[in-house]
Structure formats: C-alpha cells, structure tokens
C-alpha cells in the first residue's frame, strides 16, 4: 500500500491511542497512581524537608542507604541535592548499589519501609528468593575460580563471593571475543541449590560464551561429527548413560494383572 500523508496520519491516530493502556503490574508492583482519583490525593501532600526528616541526619541508622545513593545524578538529573532528601522520600532517585554496582531509580520510602533495595542483588544473590540468607553454599571463588575470573565489572570481587547456586545475574568477559554479556551465576556453574528447578543440563556450556560466540563454540563440533557420522541423532548422551547403569538394579512395581 501507498504510504500517503492520509495513510500514515491514520496509522499515527490508531498508535496514539495505545498510550492509554495502562502498564503491566507485576507480582511485585503495589498501587498504580493512573487516573485522576488514585493520583488526586497524592498530589495533595506537599512535603518539607526539615531536620526531623532529613536523610543525612539519621546517617548512624541509614549508613548503607546514604551510600548507596547516587547523588552526583541526583543533583544533576533532578535537581535534588543529598541534604534535600528526606528519610521517607517519595521522589524516585537514582541510586547506584554498592554490593552489585548496578544503577536503579527507587524511592527512598521504599527502600526504607520494605527494604526494596538494588533488585539486581536484594534476593537474586541468593539461591533462592523464599529463603534467602538461609541457603546459602560454597561462594563462586571457592567452587569454580576459573569462572570468577571471568566476572566483568569493579563489584567482580564482591560478585564472586555469591554462592556458586546463585540466581544473580552478573557481567562476564567472554573468553572469545573480549566482550561483556550477561548470565545468572547459577547458569554458569550448571549448580542447584537442591530443591529448586533445574537449570538447563548443558547450561554451563552453553553460557561459557557470549550470545554471538556461544553458536560456533557449541554445535561446530557436532557439525563436523554429523558430517561424518550422517547418523547423529541427539541420542549418544542418553546411550552412554543406559550403558553405564545397565548392571544397577532399579526397583520396579509389580504389574497388575485383570484377567
Ligand atoms: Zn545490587
Ligand atoms: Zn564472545
């Protein structure tokens, strides 16, 4: 079809109307202030930052949040100098996590009523998200050092003091082209945490490499084997195990007999 002035202002009209569709609320996300009723009586708070509610004068108790708070981007970006911020803010600033080092943009009344730090590391470090702190394994530096070597980024050292299990999605060099990608911890190592899902069998394989290498790295050599062979199949790894368990004995039921 013709792309006519008429055509493509039409076209425009008809996409101009999605803005109206409100976002996805994930499982995460609490109150949506989009209509003019959930936002009214929100506007009607005016707050004043006076000693009672500065941030910084409760640095003894909220050290770590000071901290991790980006106030360079703040004051730049926002116009909101670090003695403006109050303990309660409701003003979504730019913070910059000092465990992880990732960027996010957070209220600081979030953070300090639920703890709704860095989402990069807050439950993702662990394991597992339901328990937390309580599972946790051998660090990423003590099972596989070679793979903490390949951590990208200045927080690498912190990084790979994560369990090997964990979920946490970290920066790695590629050992093929230099470049950085981006995969869980857990994914790497190809370890568990006994009790959670699997991760892919071949996982630990798969991302030993970024997404443009991980190709060639991993199927060439089936290529040239299927070149070969003319007969591969996908079945030699599931052979090999048959053959390796084949004097075990495995209890099996009794077959029900109806006749
Ligand atoms: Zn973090
Ligand atoms: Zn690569």
């Given at each position: 079809m013709?792309?006519?002035?008429?055509?493509?202002?039409?076209?425009?009209?008809q996409k101009s109307r999605w803005m109206h569709v409100w976002p996805q609320m994930h499982y995460g996300a609490m109150f949506l202030p989009f209509g003019v009723g959930r936002r009214l009586p929100l506007t009607g708070c005016n707050w004043v930052t006076?000693?009672?509610?500065?941030?910084?004068?409760?640095s003894t108790r909220y050290a770590t949040v000071i901290a991790d708070l980006d106030s360079a981007k703040n004051e730049s970006e926002l116009n909101v100098p670090l003695?403006?911020?109050?303990?309660?803010d409701h003003r979504r600033l730019f913070f910059k996590c000092t465990t992880c080092g990732e960027p996010y943009r957070r209220a600081v009344s979030s953070v300090m009523?639920?703890?709704?730090?860095?989402?990069?590391?807050?439950?993702?470090?662990?394991?597992?998200e339901v328990l937390k702190g309580q599972m946790t394994g051998a660090s990423l530096q003590a099972t596989?050092?070679?793979?903490?070597?390949?951590l990208a980024g200045e927080k690498?050292?912190?990084?790979?003091?994560f369990a090997a299990t964990s979920k946490f999605n970290a920066?790695?060099?590629?050992?093929?082209?230099?470049?950085?990608?981006r995969a869980s911890i857990r994914e790497r190592t190809g370890l568990v945490a006994p009790g959670m899902a699997?991760?892919?069998?071949d996982s630990a394989r798969w991302t030993g490499f970024c997404h443009s290498c991980r190709w060639e790295k991993n199927l060439a050599p089936a290529g040239r084997e299927a070149l070969q062979r003319l007969d591969l199949l996908g079945l030699e790894a599931t052979a090999k195990e048959i053959a390796a368990s084949s004097g075990k004995k495995i209890p099996r039921r009794r077959k029900a007999l109806f006749a």
């Open positions: 013709k792309r006519t002035s008429v055509v493509l202002a039409a076209e425009f009209k006076r000693d009672s509610n500065r941030l910084t004068n409760f003695s403006d911020v109050r303990w309660g009523k639920f703890h709704a730090h860095c989402g990069s590391c807050r439950s993702r470090r662990y394991p597992s596989k050092p070679e793979l903490a070597k390949e690498a050292q912190t990084i790979s003091g920066n790695w060099t590629c050992s093929c082209c230099n470049k950085t990608y699997p991760v892919f069998a």
